[in-house]
């Protein structure tokens, strides 16, 4: 990632195919996730899985300050140089990363890449893949198109367009450890249950183009609460279901995430492209949060008597 960003800023991007491979670049450096979160995930009990990796999934709380920070940047010194300015924080991270960063003597020893991807047998890692497309999928999608979405809607100007995004994206990176906690308090099941009703609630009501920017502005941020609390309380689950897979099952998880984000922010722009307007994106989106819902309600008697039984599982489920 820190070589990218230094050869985007030293060589600059003068074609879109370039800005391409900068995205693919970012995409492979954001694997970190499905390395973070076991690391955290193997050094607490399963009674605070849901509280550790809701914290440290707080990370993407960076898609804030990017949202924050990048346009004014690029106004003072122009788009190349502010992947340059990217490149600092990032050195810095590295050095603390490799300073204190350490695994749980818990952690198991490496097995074959044909081991791993046995869990794609298992229905529930794909159960698990379609409830995180919807939470995160819907967090990175909102977070990547609502500048574009209040500049084009409702005319503010894109340095204003990038404050709302980013109280949104705030709203939804600031919620992920309490939708953990919450989950670890009452069961992920639960949580996520009220989690999909409230989201496709807010995407409904916002996708008849509310009449004022602010109003716009408090319907995504209810929605953005809700998805970062979805994020958490998935990740309750997940270790408690995959412990011993947890690595891949990070790894196959959050790229149903990414899928899901690219499916709302490419939908969006087709959407407006093709009709108009924003409204079918958000509503088929609406949708997929109610089948997320419908699927959790068809799996929960299965895994709260199997393995989040009382008798076996240490934590809520």
Same mark, same amino acid.
């Not at 989950?183 to 992920?188: I, L, M, Q, S």
């Given at each position: 990632m820190i070589a990218a960003l230094t050869l985007a800023w030293y060589l600059g991007l003068h074609s879109y195919s370039q800005l391409l491979l900068l995205g693919l670049a970012l995409g492979v450096? #954001?694997?970190?996730?499905?390395? &973070?979160?076991? +690391? &955290? *995930?193997?050094? %607490?009990?399963?009674?605070?899985?849901g509280t550790a990796l809701g914290i440290a999934g707080a990370g993407n709380s960076g898609t804030v300050l990017a949202a924050l920070f990048a346009p004014g940047l690029a106004a003072a010194f122009g788009w190349n140089n502010v992947f340059g300015l990217a490149v600092i924080p990032l050195i810095a991270t590295l050095i603390v990363? &490799?300073? +204190?960063?350490?695994? *749980?003597p818990e952690c198991p020893p490496p097995k074959p890449i044909s081991d791993y991807?046995?869990?794609?047998?298992?229905?529930d890692a794909w159960w698990f893949m379609l409830f995180y497309s919807v939470t995160f999928g819907g967090f990175v999608g909102l977070a *990547?198109?609502?500048t574009i979405y209040f500049n084009d809607q409702y005319g503010l100007p894109p340095v204003r367009a990038g404050y709302f995004t980013a109280a949104c994206v705030f709203a939804g990176s600031l919620m992920r450890p309490f939708g953990g906690l919450m989950?670890?308090?009452?069961?992920?099941i639960r949580s996520l249950w009220w989690i999909y009703l409230f989201v496709s609630a807010c995407l409904l009501i916002v996708s008849f183009g509310l009449p004022q920017a602010w109003m716009a502005l408090a319907g995504f941020v209810l929605a953005m609460l809700m998805l970062g609390m979805g994020n958490g309380a998935v990740f309750q689950l997940v270790p408690q279901r995959f412990r011993k897979e947890i690595g891949v099952m990070t790894g196959l998880v959050g790229m149903a995430g990414g899928i899901g984000g690219f499916y709302?922010?490419?939908? +969006?722009? %087709?959407?407006?492209? @093709?009709?108009?307007? %924003?409204?079918? #994106?958000? +509503? @088929?989106?609406?949708?997929?949060?109610l089948i997320a819902l419908i699927g959790l309600s068809t799996v929960k008697t299965r895994w709260r008597t199997t393995w989040g039984a009382a008798h076996i599982a240490m934590a809520k489920v």
């Open positions: 450096a #954001g694997a970190s996730f499905a390395v &973070a979160l076991p +690391l &955290a *995930s193997r050094w %607490y009990p399963p009674a605070y899985q990363y &490799a300073a +204190l960063a350490k695994d *749980s991807m046995k869990v794609l047998r298992d229905k *990547s198109s609502l989950a670890d308090r009452v069961g992920g709302l922010a490419s939908s +969006l722009g %087709y959407s407006k492209q @093709i009709t108009g307007s %924003y409204q079918p #994106g958000f +509503l @088929i989106f609406a949708a997929l949060a």
